[in-house]
């Protein structure tokens, strides 16, 4: 769990540093650097991620459900878009045949990975939220 918690926070400090900043990703090509920034929207929605994940590291260290709850959103959400992201990618890049496959196959690892993250270890960790003392605001 406590990985899990820490994973939230950086996702929490880099959200943070994004919104401040606006640089939304720094490229190094030649002898200088490339930094694309975030527009206004970009920035709004980095410090909108920030705030859930800060509030799910803290849930999650309270073993709150609302936590449990988000967290389960987030990766779905992740599992959603990888998909989504992978199909519109696969249908829209003019490569080969074997650069298409390859492609989906190294995303349909990630994807993997993330649904077997949430099914076999997250969905099983629902008991320790369950467990939280009355009046505590666990379920």
């Known amino acids: 769990m406590k990985a899990v918690i820490t994973i ?6 880099a959200a943070a540093i994004a919104a401040v ?4 990703r720094v490229s190094f090509i030649g002898h200088g650097a490339v930094v694309a920034h ?46 989504v992201w992978t199909i519109w990618k696969m249908t829209t ?7 298409n496959a390859l ?3 190294g ?6 990975a993330v649904i077997w993250f949430l099914v076999a270890w997250w969905v099983p960790r629902k008991k320790e939220f369950d467990r939280a003392e009355p009046g505590t605001g666990g379920a």
Do not use: N, P
């Open 107 to 112: 995303e349909g690892v990630k994807i993997a």
């Open 8 to 13: 939230l926070v950086l996702m929490t400090v």
């Open 21 to 24: 900043t606006g640089v939304e």
């Open 38 to 83: 975030h527009s206004l929207g970009g920035r709004v929605a980095a410090a909108a991620i920030g705030a859930i994940c800060g509030v799910a590291a803290f849930g999650c260290r309270r073993r709150k459900m609302y936590a449990w709850w988000t967290v389960t959103l987030m990766l779905a959400l992740l599992v959603g878009y990888g998909v």
């Open 103 to 105: 492609g989906a196959l």
């Open 93 to 99: 890049t003019q490569m080969d045949l074997l650069g």
